[in-house]
């Protein structure tokens, strides 16, 4: 056979053939490690949007609310001013 007599030319080639699928194969499962890495930030980063719509309504909510509350500082009548400051509270 002369697969026995080149012994050391047919190992350096199978090890050299394992080298390489090992190098492919660390490629592969960093690839796929990284897609599911890239979906868990996709996941969190729409929760993130999510949070600042939110956030975003809550701010706009108290400047509604501190505009009222400034306006309602400016009426004369204490008893006017108590029922738009209680329609303030009763909308909270």
């Not at 599911?36 to 400047?63: F, P, Q, T």
Request: proline share 1%; with cysteine.
């Amino acid at each position: 056979m002369r697969l026995v007599s080149s012994g050391s030319r047919y190992n350096r080639s199978t090890a050299s053939i394992f080298n390489s699928l090992s190098k492919t194969t660390g490629l592969f499962q960093a690839s796929t490690s990284l897609a599911e890495h890239r979906e868990h930030l996709d996941c969190k980063l729409a929760s993130l949007r999510k949070y600042c719509g939110h956030l975003d309504n809550v701010i706009a909510w108290v400047m509604e609310t501190k505009t009222r509350i400034n306006i309602s500082k400016e009426i004369a009548d204490p008893d006017k001013r108590q029922r738009v400051i209680d329609n303030i509270m009763v909308s909270c």
